[in-house]
């Protein structure tokens, strides 16, 4: 079947310290590849996504790159703010469709002044 | 923007009861979705509806009932309420099937059955 493995957190950094959230999945076909980001007391919402191999996802400063030869699409941002503190979620869909997303389990990121 | 409203934030229900979690959106979506969310297991699709009436069952359906009377609101039924239903639970929609269709979540609601 279909997984997405996230990097167990939580993760603290520094305020501009450098950011990676490691994701890998496991797919039948080529899925299309998302990251949703959760602040606190909200709901999800889409942060960057990438539907073929070798695309790259940007957004608010944040990059990932869809490496379909290590299965990874890992979350980076260069310099981070108390205001990235939030729990961020790797995806998958095989179809594109909303309707066969698979997530990972999430990792919360805490972003210290 | 387009806004998911849950009509609940937290929710305390004893095991047994007749529970109903109430979702609204705004943007005229084909799409709504409810997901349950646990820690350490992300998030996981209890059903979903693509149209007024029309419902397909998700990863983690059982315990749970959905109704889609109008297009804008879509109701997550918890029919005997049971511990292992506490949990946020979360709506979606989004305006089509596919990925240039994001979805669009609403604050979640926290439901705790004692």
């Known amino acids: 079947g279909n997984s997405v493995t996230q990097m167990e957190g939580p993760v603290t950094l520094s305020e501009e310290a450098f950011l990676t959230i490691n994701c890998t999945y496991t797919?039948?076909?080529?899925?299309?590849l998302f990251w949703y980001v959760q602040y606190p007391g909200e709901g999800l919402q889409l942060l960057l996504k990438?539907?073929?191999?070798?695309d790259k996802g940007s957004n608010k400063g944040f990059e990932a790159t869809y490496r379909k030869e290590t299965t990874s699409f890992h979350l980076e941002k260069g310099s981070v703010q108390v205001s990235d503190s939030a729990v961020y979620f790797c995806?998958?869909?095989?179809?594109?469709?909303?309707?066969?997303?698979?997530f990972g389990s999430g990792t919360q990121l805490t972003v210290l002044p | 923007d387009v806004k998911v409203t849950q009509s609940s934030r937290y929710l305390v229900k004893r095991t047994g009861e007749k529970v109903f979690l109430e979702c609204v959106q705004d943007?005229?979506?084909?799409?709504m979705f409810w997901y349950r969310q646990d820690p350490g297991l992300g998030l996981r699709l209890i059903y979903f509806?693509?149209?007024?009436?029309?419902?397909e069952k998700g990863d983690i359906p059982e315990g749970y009932s959905v109704s889609r009377e109008k297009k804008e609101r879509f109701s997550l039924i918890l029919e005997s309420a049971s511990t292992n239903q506490t949990s946020m639970y979360l709506c979606?929609?989004?305006?089509?099937?596919?990925?240039?269709?994001?979805?669009?979540f609403g604050n979640g609601t926290r439901l705790t059955v004692t």
């Open positions: 979606a929609s989004s305006l089509r099937a596919g990925y240039n269709s994001p979805l669009h």
């Open positions: 995806a998958l869909s095989l179809t594109g469709s909303a309707r066969q997303l698979t």
């Open positions: 943007m005229d979506h084909e799409n």
């Open positions: 797919a039948t076909g080529y899925p299309s």
């Open positions: 509806s693509y149209d007024v009436k029309m419902k």
């Open positions: 990438a539907t073929k191999a070798d």
